[in-house]
């Protein structure tokens, strides 16, 4: 069974940084894109930013030039590096990974459990 386990929320005051981490576990064959989303409260659950396999990212405006997403590929694992935070990043952020489970799956998303980052005056 596959599993997207997140770290490295918290509190952080404006200006900090932050890094998070998702791992994937479990059996499966692939993993396609992987994402970071997050959703406010009151929020539709927004993607922050996306990286494929080959390493090409994206990102939603509001954190270009200030979030940095990575990956791992020999340990299943993506990362945010987020500097320069403010109070509306304040969300709980979540990982989202397409993954083949197995040679004959077709690839589906599978997500994360969510971790809270808030960012204080």
């Known amino acids: 069974q596959v599993q997207l386990a997140e770290s490295g929320g918290g509190l952080v005051q404006a200006g900090g940084s932050l890094r998070l981490s998702c791992a994937a576990s479990?059996?499966?064959?692939?993993?396609?894109?992987m994402g970071w989303y997050r959703q406010a409260p009151g929020k539709q659950r927004e993607l922050v930013a996306l990286i494929t396999r080959g390493g090409t990212s994206n990102y939603v405006d509001s954190v270009k030039g200030r979030f940095t997403i990575s990956r791992d590929n020999a340990k299943n694992t993506v990362y945010l590096q987020m500097n320069s935070l403010k109070p509306e990043d304040t969300a709980v952020y979540f990982c989202n990974a397409d993954i083949r489970p197995g040679l004959r799956d077709y690839s589906r998303y599978f997500w994360g459990q969510g971790t809270q980052v808030t960012v204080s005056l």
């Open positions: 479990g059996s499966f064959f692939s993993i396609n894109n």
